[in-house]
């Protein structure tokens, strides 16, 4: 079974420009989670998508950042612009329904640097 | 307001010996727990989870975990530690009523041969 595919793996931009990474869950999943972790801080959910509806972004920083799950499948996260303080690794990750008795698996991540 | 707290942020073993991570979290209710590791350049892993019955749980890769209410602990332990163990560890606590996870900071566990 293939797993949670992110891209790309690294990316360096300058601060004030955009950035978008994406995200293809497992097939049949229909719950994707976009985290963001910041060096040597824990995984902090940023939103939360059930097929193509936003379950929880409350800790996404909407004047900035912005997501969207197209058709429920993909999903593709936004940063525009980006602050030094963006610069983190961003996990995705996909489970089979929501529910916190549902294993959510995590692909390998984006890691983004603003200078 | 939920949390959850690694008070190790490093942790060096030889590789054989015994492990155990430490993890307190601030919740109200029956929590959910999970422990996750995340090997370098990896995401995470789910290692094992707890949501009520028995306070042991088992996992994988030969890891346990075990549930004290009176304590608000889950702490994670291995009898013997392989090399291939070494990543990062981090504790979790999912909030009933939603579908969110509080993370914990995390522990790096370093093997020594």
């Known amino acids: 079974e293939a797993g949670v595919a992110q891209s790309p793996r690294y990316k360096i931009i300058e601060k004030r420009q955009s950035v978008a990474f994406w995200c293809n869950p497992i097939?049949?999943?229909?719950?994707l989670y976009w985290y963001q972790q910041i060096l040597g801080q824990g995984p902090k959910l940023l939103i939360q998508f059930q097929n193509n509806g936003v379950v929880d972004d409350s800790q996404l920083p909407k004047d900035r950042f912005s997501a969207e799950r197209l058709k429920g499948v993909d999903s593709t996260l936004k940063i525009q612009p980006a602050k030094l303080e963006d610069s983190a690794v961003y996990l995705c990750a996909s489970s089979l329904d929501a529910g916190l008795n549902t294993e959510a698996f995590f692909g390998q991540g984006t890691r983004l640097t603003v200078v | 307001a939920q949390s959850v707290t690694q008070p190790d942020i490093h942790i060096t073993v030889s590789e054989g010996a015994s492990l155990e991570l430490r993890c307190n979290y601030s919740?109200?209710?029956?929590?959910?727990l999970f422990w996750y590791v995340q090997s370098p350049g990896q995401g995470l892993q789910l290692l094992l989870k707890?949501?009520?019955?028995?306070?042991l749980v088992q996992g994988i890769k030969g890891f346990e975990a075990e549930f004290k209410r009176s304590q608000s602990s889950f702490n994670l332990r291995k009898p013997s530690v392989h090399w291939s163990d070494a990543a990062e560890y981090f504790c979790a606590v999912g909030v009933t009523g939603t579908y969110k996870y509080i993370f914990g900071t995390g522990t790096r566990l370093k093997v020594l041969a």
């Open positions: 097939s049949g999943h229909a719950t």
């Open positions: 707890y949501f009520s019955g028995d306070t």
């Open positions: 919740y109200g209710a029956t929590p959910y």
